[in-house]
């Protein structure tokens, strides 16, 4: 029972959830003091933009974690729909469909990337996201990076802020220069579209210690955006954080990392869309 009550006391730390989505009963003891038990296990959803990279990343994190019931945590690609609105949509109706079942997802994470998209398709996922929230208990984040999940990559290896920039000649986007500069700097063998060739590399580079390195260092970049910028940025720290969190009940303190709650990512993701309107 101790053990169950450090796992919704880190929960609920990571992202303050509303107090009408409590976990906990209390229950007599033997002894007549009160203890925590869980009433519904925390589950959480993963929508991801691409089809290879982040679906393959965040299961191996999950398998690499030994997490289970496999339910617990769930992750599911677009399907092909790679612009943000509709991966927030998609999230969204996944959601809708596990209350429905009467198993209804804890926490939504839509994991997107700055790359090439246009700003009305952000700010429309944006709006979403905001809706959801206020119809669902503040359960839903954008999980963004900027320029693409490659720099999150780059802080599995150093605190790297290399400002990634469009290529002035030829085709390419700003994440086709993220992806160049990863291969080019951090690892020669990427390759994004090869599932095993990813899991390579995470079983080999993505340690304890290099996990817990990138969150630190996703952090620090986002403390001050309105001096730094949002090149580079990546969010994926959060749901990493969390996924970390169920594995181990006292990754947060163990490593000393902060909590990062509701409140923290709002203002963040303001912090973003005011700088994206700059761009």
Request: contains cysteine; positive net charge.
């Amino acid at each position: 029972k101790k053990l169950i009550y450090q796992v919704v006391i880190t929960m609920f730390r990571l992202l303050m959830m509303s107090s009408s989505m409590s976990y906990i009963k209390h229950n007599n003891s033997l002894n007549k003091r009160k203890v925590a038990t869980i009433d519904v296990q925390p589950r959480v959803l993963i929508v991801t933009e691409g089809t290879v990279t982040e679906p393959t990343y965040f299961r191996w994190l999950k398998r690499h974690l030994k997490i289970s019931p496999a339910d617990i945590i769930e992750v599911k690609d677009s399907g092909g729909s790679t612009d943000p609105k509709s991966v927030t949509l998609i999230a969204i109706e996944l959601f809708e469909e596990s209350q429905q079942e009467g198993n209804p997802y804890s926490f939504v994470f839509c994991t997107i990337d700055r790359d090439a998209h246009g700003r009305t398709k952000f700010f429309d996922a944006k709006r979403l996201i905001d809706g959801a929230n206020q119809s669902y208990h503040n359960q839903f984040r954008l999980i963004i990076s900027y320029p693409s999940i490659e720099h999150w990559f780059v802080l599995h290896f150093a605190n790297d802020s290399h400002l990634y920039q469009k290529p002035m000649f030829g085709r390419g986007s700003i994440g086709s220069d993220a992806k160049r500069y990863f291969k080019h700097s951090y690892y020669a063998n990427y390759d994004e579209t090869d599932k095993k060739q990813l899991e390579k590399m995470f079983n080999n580079n993505f340690t304890e210690l290099n996990r817990v390195n990138a969150i630190k260092f996703a952090s620090s970049q986002l403390r001050d955006i309105a001096a730094n910028g949002i090149n580079p940025l990546s969010l994926i720290f959060i749901p990493a954080t969390v996924i970390e969190s169920i594995a181990k009940v006292d990754f947060l303190g163990k490593n000393n990392i902060p909590a990062f709650s509701f409140q923290q990512y709002t203002k963040i993701i303001q912090e973003f869309f005011e700088e994206f309107n700059r761009d």
